[in-house]
C-alpha cells in the first residue's frame, strides 16, 4: 500500500526525514510544508554569509553542484511536493490530518497524512526587557535575519553593534560583524562565555576574543534597550552602564517549536521540547518528530536535554525516515551534546560532559587535567591546543573533553566524542592507535597526550594543580615555592609574575641548592606546556621533597592576566 508521508518544516531536519524516506520507498506520497520562503536552508552557514566569506546568499540554499533547492528542485529530483510560505495550522491526530494556510494567498486546506513529521525547529529567546521592539535589533535565526545583517554589513552605516548572548551564535555573529568593520560588545548574563566550556577554558577564548578588538562584558544582562525615534541607541546593563549602537543581535538561545504538538495533545517532555521515543516516535504512533523541536536523552547521564544542533537534526530525520518506511527498526540512542565553532584565530569545541556538569550530574569522584601542546611537530607549523579531559576517577571512563585553540581543535573534540560513545576508559585511550604524519599530529596525538596526563594524575604520578586552585592559593597568600622550569629568552618574554623562581629544567641538578630545605614545602612547577614543569617535578621529588604539584597546562593555559 503506497503511505503518504506529511512534513512539517522545511529546512533541516524536515527535508532530510523526506529525502532519506524517498530513497528508501520510491512509492511513497511525500509532501512537505515549509513556513519560510526558502528550503534546506544551510542555517549554520549563515553567520559567514554575514561575515563576507561568500556573497551570494543562494549558496545557502544550493546543492553543493549549484542547483537551488526550491520546490521544482524537490519535485523533480525528489519526488517531493513541497510548498513554501505554507504554514501548518493544525495538526487532527483523530482524523490524521493537518490543516494549512498560504501565507501569500492566505488560502487554506487540510490533508490527510499515514505518518506525519513535526520538524518545526526552535524560536529564538528574546529577553523580557523595554524596548526590544525597536528598530535595529534583531536575531540571527532564519535567512531573512542574515539577508538583514548582511545587508547591515554592506551599508556601511552601523558603527557599533551590541550582541546579546555569549554562547556559540552570539559569538560566531560576533566575529562576522567584527570582521564588517563595525566595533563590537558581546554582553552575557552569566560570569563567562561559551557555557559549554568550563570557565578556564572559556577564560582563554575570551582574551582571545578581545585581542581582535571585541569587547566582551560577563556577568552584567542587559536591562533594557534604548532608542531615538523608534530606532535603537543603546543598550543598558544592569550595573546601569549603556553602551551606544545602532544594531543589536539577540542570541541568548532558542526555545523548541511546540506548540501544533501541545494543542495536537501530543507529549511534551520535562525540558519543553516534544518528547519523542528512541524511534523518533511522538506520544502519537503515526506522528513523528525531529530537531529542534524535540528533547533527547543525554547519553552519559540519561537525563532529557534540548540539543539544538544541525548535526543532530539530520541523523535524527534520518532514523525517522527508516523507521516510517521499514516500521521502527533504527532507534537513535541520544546525544553527548558535541559541537565546535571558529573564533577569529580559535575554534572552541567541547564533547561530553564538562567538570562543572559532571559534577552536577553526580559523578562523585571527577577528576580532569589541563594540557596544553602544539597539535603537529615543530617544524610542521604547529599550533597550540589547550584540552581539558574529565573522566570518572572510579572508573576511569573518559566523561568529556574540551579543547581550545589555534590549532585543529574539531579533529581532537571528534577524537573524544566518538571514545565517549565508545564508553571507553582512560587507559583505553592512552594507548589507542590513530593516524600519525608530521602534517597532520604529533607521533602521539594530543587527545590521547591528555590521556596520559590524566592517567598519571589518576595514578597519583603526577600531582597536578589546575590554574583556577593555583590562583586561589596565591589569592591566599600560601607559603609556596614556585618554579618556572623555562628557559631565560622565554621568561624575559613572557612570565606570570606571581612570585616565581626561574630555573631551567637543564640548570635544576646543578642549582638544587636554590631549592628550599625544607623537604615538604609545597612546590609548584611549570613551564610553557608544564612538560618541563613535569619533569621537573619528577627530579624533585627523586630528591625527597614530598609535596610537588605541576601547574596544568603551564603558562599556555592560564587564564588570568600576566605579568607579562
Ligand atoms: C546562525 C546559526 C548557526 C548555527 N550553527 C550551527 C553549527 O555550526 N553546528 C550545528 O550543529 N548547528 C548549528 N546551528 C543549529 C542548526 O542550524 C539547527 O540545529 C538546525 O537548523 C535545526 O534544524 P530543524 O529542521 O530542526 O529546525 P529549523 O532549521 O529551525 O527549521 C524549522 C523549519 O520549520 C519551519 N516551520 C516552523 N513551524 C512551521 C509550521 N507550523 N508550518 C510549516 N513550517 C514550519 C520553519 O519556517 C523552519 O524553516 C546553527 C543555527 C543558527 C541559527
Not at 20 to 31: F, G, P, S, T, W
Not at 225 to 250: M, N, W, Y
Request: proline share 5%; hydrophobic share 40%.
Amino acid at each position: 500500500m503506497t503511505q503518504k508521508i506529511v512534513v512539517i518544516g522545511g529546512s533541516a531536519a524536515g527535508p532530510k526525514t523526506a529525502a532519506k524516506a524517498r530513497r528508501l520507498d520510491q512509492h511513497a506520497e511525500i509532501v512537505l510544508f515549509q513556513k519560510a520562503p526558502d528550503l534546506s536552508m544551510a542555517s549554520c552557514g549563515y553567520p559567514y554569509y554575514v561575515g563576507g566569506t561568500f556573497d551570494d546568499r543562494n549558496q545557502l540554499v544550493e546543492t553543493p553542484t549549484g542547483v537551488i533547492r526550491d520546490t521544482a528542485f524537490f519535485l523533480k529530483a525528489k519526488g517531493i511536493t513541497a510548498y513554501t510560505q505554507t504554514e501548518v495550522t493544525a495538526i487532527r491526530p483523530d482524523k490524521k490530518t493537518i490543516t494549512y494556510k498560504n501565507l501569500l494567498t492566505g488560502e487554506e486546506g487540510e490533508t490527510s497524512y499515514d505518518k506525519l513529521v513535526i520538524a518545526t525547529g526552535a524560536t529564538p529567546n528574546i529577553p523580557p526587557v523595554p524596548g526590544r521592539d525597536l528598530k535595529g535589533i534583531t536575531t540571527l535565526q532564519s535567512m531573512q535575519d542574515a539577508e538583514y545583517l548582511r545587508a547591515v554589513r554592506d551599508s556601511g552605516m552601523v558603527k557599533h553593534a551590541v550582541v546579546i548572548g555569549g554562547g556559540l551564535i552570539g559569538m560566531e555573529t560576533c566575529e562576522a560583524l567584527n570582521l564588517a568593520g563595525i566595533e563590537i560588545t558581546v554582553v552575557e548574563l552569566l560570569p563567562q562565555i561559551l557555557m559549554f566550556l568550563d570557565w578556564d577554558l572559556a577564560k582563554i577564548l575570551e582574551t582571545h576574543v578581545k585581542t581582535k578588538a571585541a569587547r566582551v562584558v560577563t556577568n552584567n544582562p542587559v536591562t533594557e534597550f534604548l532608542g531615538t525615534d523608534g530606532h535603537l541607541s543603546a543598550v543598558r546593563l544592569k550595573d546601569g552602564a549603556e553602551l551606544p549602537c545602532q544594531l543589536a543581535v539577540i542570541a541568548i538561545g532558542v526555545r523548541p517549536n511546540v506548540q501544533l504538538a501541545r494543542e495536537a495533545k501530543l507529549a511534551v517532555g520535562e525540558r519543553g521540547g516534544i518528547a519523542v521515543n528512541e524511534y523518533m516516535q511522538t506520544s502519537d504512533p503515526d506522528i513523528y518528530a525531529v530537531g529542534d523541536c524535540i528533547e533527547v536523552t543525554q547519553r552519559i547521564t540519561g537525563k532529557k536535554v534540548l540539543a539544538p544542533f544541525g548535526d543532530l537534526a539530520n541523523l535524527e530525520g534520518r532514523v525517522a525516515a527508516q523507521n516510517i518506511v521499514n516500521g521502527n527498526a533504527v532507534t537513535f540512542p541520544g546525544t553527548i551534546q558535541t559541537g565546535v565553532c571558529k573564533l577569529f584565530d580559535f575554534a572552541a569545541g567541547s564533547t561530553g560532559l564538562s567538570e562543572k556538569a559532571a559534577r552536577e550530574c553526580g559523578f562523585k569522584n571527577v577528576v580532569s587535567v589541563v594540557t596544553a601542546a602544539p597539535d603537529k611537530p615543530h617544524f610542521m607549523d604547529a599550533k597550540l591546543l589547550v584540552m581539558k579531559l574529565v573522566a570518572d576517577a572510579d572508573t576511569g571512563r573518559i566523561l568529556g573533553m574540551q579543547c581550545v585553540g589555534p590549532g585543529d581543535v574539531s579533529k581532537r573534540v571528534a577524537e573524544a566524542a566518538m571514545a565517549i560513545m565508545g564508553k571507553m576508559t582512560v587507559t583505553d585511550v592512552a594507548t589507542a592507535d590513530l593516524p600519525y604524519a608530521p602534517p597532520f599530529s604529533p607521533a602521539i596525538d594530543n587527545f590521547i597526550a591528555a590521556a596520559h596526563v590524566l592517567e598519571n594524575k589518576i595514578l597519583g604520578r603526577m600531582k597536578g594543580l589546575s590554574a583556577t586552585e593555583f590562583k586561589k592559593k596565591l589569592d591566599a597568600g600560601d607559603d609556596m615555592f614556585i618554579l618556572d622550569a623555562r628557559g631565560t629568552p622565554e621568561f624575559d618574554a613572557m612570565r606570570l609574575g606571581v612570585g616565581e623562581h626561574l630555573i631551567p629544567l637543564g640548570a635544576l641538578r646543578a642549582r638544587i641548592q636554590e631549592l628550599p630545605e625544607d623537604k615538604d614545602k609545597e612546590i609548584i612547577c611549570y613551564c610553557k606546556i608544564s612538560l618541563r614543569g613535569y619533569e621537573a617535578a619528577s627530579f624533585l621529588e627523586a630528591q625527597g621533597y614530598t609535596n610537588v604539584k605541576v601547574l596544568e597546562g603551564g603558562i599556555m593555559a592560564w587564564p588570568y592576566e600576566r605579568e607579562k
